[in-house]
């Protein structure tokens, strides 16, 4: 991986761990392996939703091609959404398709994945 991704991947990674979230402890993210491209993110359930109390693993595998393209984000935790599937994980969510921008961050994911917690998108479901 060119050394300016692994410089961004690093910035971001220090980003979420330093962040207001963590603080509150609202996500939180780890290297798996002491690698920057192998991640193990985790986002709390949203108050006043059913995921309330929860606490959701991810698995976050950044690609070569970061940031021009999106990490690979799934559920680790099973879940019932109807954005992310029941059986693999995967999560349907533009911002990790054909809506990511460059200037999007690993700290913008995981807060964008909790928000959906907190509102289904059902005009594009993931089991469909």
């Known amino acids: 991986m060119a050394n300016i991704a692994t410089q961004r991947i ?3 990674f220090n980003e979420v761990t330093k962040s207001d979230e963590v603080q509150r402890k609202m996500i ?5 392996n002491n690698s920057l491209v192998d991640l193990r993110g985790y986002i709390a359930g949203p108050p006043d939703t059913p995921y309330e109390g929860g606490i959701f693993h991810l698995e976050i595998k950044i690609p070569e091609t970061y940031p021009f393209n999106p990490p ?9 959404h109807p954005n992310i599937s029941s059986v693999t994980g995967a999560i349907c969510l533009d911002i990790l398709k054909d809506q990511w921008a460059a200037a999007m961050t690993i700290r913008t994911v995981l807060l964008s994945l909790q928000a959906l917690l907190s509102g289904a998108e059902p005009d594009d479901p993931q089991d469909a």
Request: overall charge positive.
């Open 72 to 80: 690979k984000v799934r559920f680790l935790t099973r879940i019932w």
């Open 28 to 32: 939180s993210i780890e290297l798996v």
């Open 10 to 12: 690093q910035r971001e």
